[in-house]
């Protein structure tokens, strides 16, 4: 089992930035990828950006230029640098990680932008 733990959500106004943090513990063995997804009231859940344990990057195309991902060294942590924040983004953002073709997930953070 692994488990996920986030912090860094919080309430921000338009143009403002966050910063997410998510930090693995249990069992991080053969973990394959680390990322972050958001879903808003009443949509799904949504892509925001993923990084493999090679370093390979996939985002979102709208988070492309205003969200950075990145990890700490010894991989067991994500971070997601948000910038240019708009009410749109607006969600809980939830830490994924993939281990041995099985999904985990984090209990989630809030992240509100006001206009």
């Known amino acids: 089992q692994v488990q996920l733990v986030e912090s860094g959500g919080g309430l921000v106004q338009a143009g403002g930035s966050l910063r997410l943090s998510c930090t693995a513990s249990?069992?991080?063995?053969?973990?394959?990828?680390m990322g972050w997804y958001r879903q808003a009231p009443g949509k799904q859940r949504d892509l925001v950006a993923t990084i493999t344990s090679t370093g390979i990057i996939n985002y979102a195309n709208s988070m492309k230029g205003r969200f950075t991902i990145s990890r700490d060294s010894a991989r067991t942590s994500v971070y997601l640098q948000m910038n240019s924040l708009q009410p749109d983004d607006t969600a809980i953002y939830y830490c994924?990680?993939?281990?041995?073709?099985?999904?985990?997930w984090g209990q989630g953070t809030q992240v509100t932008v006001s206009s």
């Open positions: 249990g069992s991080i063995g053969g973990i394959f990828s």
């Open positions: 994924n990680c993939i281990r041995w073709g099985q999904n985990y």
